[in-house]
């Protein structure tokens, strides 16, 4: 589908990746590995078209359409969010309206005339060129992906502008998800994802009927997803056929090997060169001399392998020492004019206790944490902090207080503590900043790294209680890998709001979830818990006696003992209509909505076994063997195709149940 040939970029002097090939195949997922800086991005617009190579070439088959998702920068305005994503389908769109147009025409010729033939063969053509795009899907559709990424119904009208900047990241992606291009370019998409969206997210990529290359810090979706894994590092990128974790394993074993290979290389030539040494100026030695020169020009050097970016371990200061009871809600409430936050919520933390917070955005996590923190006044209720807390707060806000006009390192260093202080710089240097980028001013950074920066002064600011609001969005897996290991060995108490599952599984022991318009839920676990334990919550509520679908659709607003009569008709009418709609409902209606009742329950059954393969394909045991993982994958892409055509039964048996019910006066 897509061939890269011996592709070079450079800046300057400086080599971003040089001689690089592969292919990409219709519906693989390919992973770009490698810290942050190392051309991950880079290579991505290069293959969008973005940027160009400064040498090497990019082929796609003709008509093969590339869709690329940036990081940030997407800002849509002038449009509501419906006209928005519906312009992805503009070619149907475009379709429609010329038959309509053409059709207005034909009502202006005569029916015997040439012309008027000529005119009806060309609306056939076009009808059946949009019969192909199936424009019946395209309302279903759309409905199906806004909401599965977080957009509510009454979203839909509202203008662009009006969403912030990770909400505009969503409309981007959902356009791109209903344009279905043949290869889709993801770079970090799942950066202002809550989890119940990035799960929807990563379901929907795993039955994405094309390719994709994925550049992500999220070790479970390049996992879940990714079957071939691209590695950039100084200078160069290696390919590793699996998935991130297997990358990870290869690479160690890759690098031991090509150290042995060096070493044992390296011993055979200075043999030969001691030898060459020894006997140089002995006459009778002069031909095995010779012979030992050749022999040593003719060796094809092995590469002395490079050592990898220093890892440190960072501690932080040690915290003062607090009461049993770091911080307690009691009976707080909290609205924003009609918008209620909590009602009579109660909440305590402990010290050394570790909470995940969760929940999708505007639920009400980030005023949990300005109430927990008394940095916000609730509107009932009490705050209380236990003996001698000493709080610290991350929050993506912190950057924008940083000074512009003072470097990084000045920054830094006149946050921390005395002891802390000469630990500065390595701990930048775990965190992306390395060499001069320390001396540059904060004013000049991009907004990650003014994060990056916020960040490191708070983790060197000695306190008892952490509260981090989303820490991990703008680091590699190599500076996770770091703030992770000193979280878990901080002995203090810390409240973490994160979708990244992998970081937050180890770490916390609780965690507590936001719904608007619900309470908080506790769950006495990690990540894999809650989800776990709430999946069962929500089959158990599904599960609960209720009135049948059937018998409730089938209840017109008029049932009861007593009948209603039809206004301006007699009776003799009124018993024909009342029979007439008796037959359209047992006729008509009814095997509809058993069919309806029987197309949930098989989505229902395909949904669960797709769940299961996608398990399978992530397990050592189908990754590792082509022949199983090629079994598995074929069988969801069977499963996939079996999903799209029930979807598409199902959008057009709910409309025409809806028509039918309206007809016959019955309330949905």
Request: glycine share 6%.
């Amino acid at each position: 589908m897509i061939s890269v040939q011996a592709l070079r970029v450079e800046f300057g002097a400086r080599v971003l990746f040089n001689d690089l090939s592969f292919s990409v195949q219709p519906r693989e997922r390919i992973a770009f590995a490698g810290h942050n800086g190392a051309g991950k991005s880079t290579l991505m617009k290069c293959v969008a078209g973005i940027i160009r190579p400064s040498a090497g070439q990019i082929h796609a088959p003709k008509g093969t359409r590339i869709g690329y998702l940036p990081q940030e920068g997407i800002h849509v305005r002038g449009r509501t969010l419906w006209q928005e994503t519906e312009s992805a389908f503009g070619e149907t769109m475009a379709l429609s309206e010329k038959i309509d147009r053409l059709s207005a025409e034909l009502t202006k010729l005569d029916p015997r005339s040439s012309p008027y033939g000529d005119l009806l063969e060309e609306i056939g053509e076009l009808e059946l060129l949009l019969d192909s795009t199936d424009p019946a899907r395209m309302k279903p559709r759309i409905e199906s992906v806004l909401k599965g990424l977080g957009f509510q119904t009454k979203d839909f009208t509202r203008d662009c502008s009006e969403f912030s900047g990770g909400w505009q990241m969503r409309i981007a992606m959902a356009k791109l998800f209903l344009q279905e291009p043949e290869v889709l370019l993801l770079d970090e998409p799942t950066n202002h994802l809550d989890i119940g969206t990035q799960i929807w997210v990563e379901q929907y990529l795993i039955n994405y009927p094309g390719a994709i290359l994925l550049i992500s810090h999220d070790r479970a979706l390049l996992d879940t997803l990714c079957t071939r894994t691209i590695a950039f590092a100084h200078g160069r990128a290696e390919e590793y056929a699996g998935n991130f974790s297997y990358f990870e394993r290869e690479s160690v074993l890759r690098k031991e090997i090509q150290l042995k290979q060096y070493e044992a290389q390296q011993r055979e030539i200075n043999e030969i060169q001691r030898f060459i040494d020894r006997f140089r100026a002995s006459a009778n030695k002069a031909t095995l001399v010779q012979s030992r020169i050749k022999m040593l020009a003719k060796i094809e050097r092995i590469p002395q392998p490079e050592r990898d970016d220093a890892v440190m371990n960072f501690k932080f200061p040690p915290p003062p020492n607090s009461g049993h009871m770091v911080a307690k809600l009691e009976g707080v409430s909290k609205s924003y004019g009609p918008l209620n936050i909590f009602s009579g919520f109660d909440f305590e933390i402990n010290k050394g206790e570790k909470f995940a917070i969760v929940g999708p955005n505007g639920a009400g996590k980030s005023t949990f944490c300005r109430l927990i923190t008394a940095q916000e006044e609730p509107d009932a209720g009490a705050h209380a902090f236990g003996h001698k807390v000493a709080t610290s707060f991350f929050s993506q806000n912190h950057a924008d207080e940083l000074d512009p006009e003072m470097t990084v390192l000045e920054t830094v260093e006149a946050a921390a503590s005395r002891d802390a202080a000469p630990h500065a710089r390595n701990l930048l240097g775990c965190f992306l900043f390395r060499g001069d980028d320390v001396f540059k001013k904060v004013g000049v950074l991009s907004g990650g790294e003014r994060s990056r920066v916020a960040l490191v002064c708070m983790l060197l600011r000695p306190a008892n209680f952490l509260i981090l609001d989303e820490p991990t969005n703008h680091l590699d897996m190599q500076s996770q890998d770091v703030l992770q290991r000193a979280l878990i060995d901080y002995p203090g108490s810390v409240m973490i709001v994160s979708h990244n599952r992998n970081f937050l599984d180890p770490l916390v022991t609780k965690t507590i979830e936001f719904q608007p318009g619900r309470q908080p839920i506790l769950y006495a676990g990690n990540i894999t818990y809650y989800l776990e334990k709430s999946a069962e919550d929500e089959a158990a509520r599904k599960g609960e006696p209720k009135l049948s679908s059937l018998a409730a659709q089938t209840q017109t607003p008029n049932s009861g003992s007593s009948r209603q009569s039809i206004p301006g008709v007699n009776r003799k009418e009124q018993r024909r209509i009342e029979a007439e709609q008796r037959e359209i409902r047992s006729k008509v209606l009814k095997p509809l909505e058993v069919e309806f009742e029987a197309l949930e329950t098989k989505i229902a059954e395909l949904e669960g076994a797709q769940a299961t393969l996608t398990q399978q394909l992530s397990s050592e045991e189908v990754s590792n063997n082509p022949g199983k993982l090629r079994e598995v994958t074929n069988a969801v892409d069977k499963l996939a195709k079996a999903l799209e055509t029930s979807y598409s039964r199902w959008g057009a048996l709910s409309e025409e149940i809806e028509r039918l019910r309206k007809k016959l006066g019955i309330e949905s």
